[in-house]
């Protein structure tokens, strides 16, 4: 297996597959239900946070913890990095203290960076163009409620092209089931991206400017912010652009009646969805949020561990 886990296409079908179970293993291991499971005792997890999180950031540190390791965080006002110490140099030091490495940043490239000059596994929490531990932790939560047939299911994604939807396209292509997305003009899935799913996932990967086009008999309905981290001053043109892609009562009619309704967050409630939607008997949305925990420790006992789950 890889050293890393940048992006979804950096493991196998057969790997993704071991992390959904063992994540389901894990769940039922929860100290709060009495577990006391310890296997990265003494490792250590730097976390480089130079965006916001809550979700990802208590995630990684609690998984961490309850796994009997360590996380720290590292951000840019309170270390080096904020004053131009090159990743290059961030990333040798820190494998010389820690186990592993977690980075949420801006460009991609400095994800990419990172995991070339550590020695220890570097995990994306995040990027402008993937969010891939938000991914897999989404499609557990849809072998959870839908069980282990989630390849026929029909996955569609609402609004902005950006690195949740990437992610979801490599997740689709990487394990095979149909995905169409519906995104306004000039404000699509990254084009790279695109072309190795049509190339590699045919026609199951569709991209419209239709939302209902893209909810026709859908079983998951995904959506997440207009504007995302970094793309604050957008904000407005971004509103005026979106119009008709809010996941709301009447676009959700339109797919299956058992349809699941997800969202990442944090939402902006009258904006991508409404209100009603988010807090409806269709939305998954907490039980998403808390997944991330369950499957982040399996990405980090893999990963941390020695590439193997019995070793
Ligand atoms: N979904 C997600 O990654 O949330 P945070 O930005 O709070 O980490
Ligand atoms: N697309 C969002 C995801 C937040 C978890 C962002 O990058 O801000």
Redesign the pocket.
């Known amino acids: 297996m890889k050293k890393d886990f940048i992006s979804i296409y950096d493991l196998t079908p057969a790997e993704i597959e071991t992390i959904l179970h063992k994540a389901a293993e894990i769940k039922g291991m929860h100290p709060a239900a009495g577990g006391t499971y310890r296997p990265l005792e003494g490792k250590a997890l730097a976390m480089v946070f130079e965006k916001p999180s809550t979700r990802t950031r208590v995630s990684f540190e609690v998984g961490m913890y309850q796994l009997g390791g360590h996380a720290l965080s590292l951000n840019p006002q309170e270390s080096q990095l904020g004053r131009g110490e090159p990743i290059a140099d961030t990333a040798r030091v820190l494998s010389r203290y820690v186990d592993g490495i977690m980075i949420r940043t801006f460009a991609h490239t400095r994800v990419e960076e990172m995991a070339r000059f550590a020695s220890i596994p570097v995990i994306n929490g ?1 990027s402008d163009l993937l ?1 891939p531990c ?1 991914i897999l932790s989404d499609i557990f939560t849809i072998t959870e409620k839908r069980g282990d047939n989630y390849r026929k299911l029909k996955v569609a994604y609402v609004g902005d092209g ?3 939807a990437n992610s979801w396209i490599n997740g689709a292509v990487r394990l095979g089931f149909a995905l169409s997305l519906a995104c306004p003009p000039g404000y699509g899935p990254d084009a790279q991206i695109l072309a190795r799913a049509q190339a590699e996932g045919g026609s199951r990967i569709i991209l419209t400017h239709d939302p209902q086009e893209a909810v026709e008999q859908a079983h998951v309905i995904n959506t ?2 207009w504007a ?2 970094g793309q604050e001053k957008e904000q407005a043109k971004r509103r005026k652009a979106f119009q008709g892609y809010q996941v709301n009562a009447d676009l959700l009619s339109r797919a299956r009646p058992d349809c699941l309704v997800m969202h ?1 967050l ?1 939402a902006h409630r009258g904006e991508e969805i409404t209100n009603e939607v988010l807090e409806g008997p269709q939305s998954v949305v907490f039980d998403q949020a808390e997944n991330r925990l369950h499957v982040q420790k399996a990405i980090l006992i893999l990963l941390l561990g020695k590439g193997t789950y019995d070793a």
């Open positions: 995040l969010h938000q950006n690195n949740v997440d912010v995302s981290m990442c944090p």
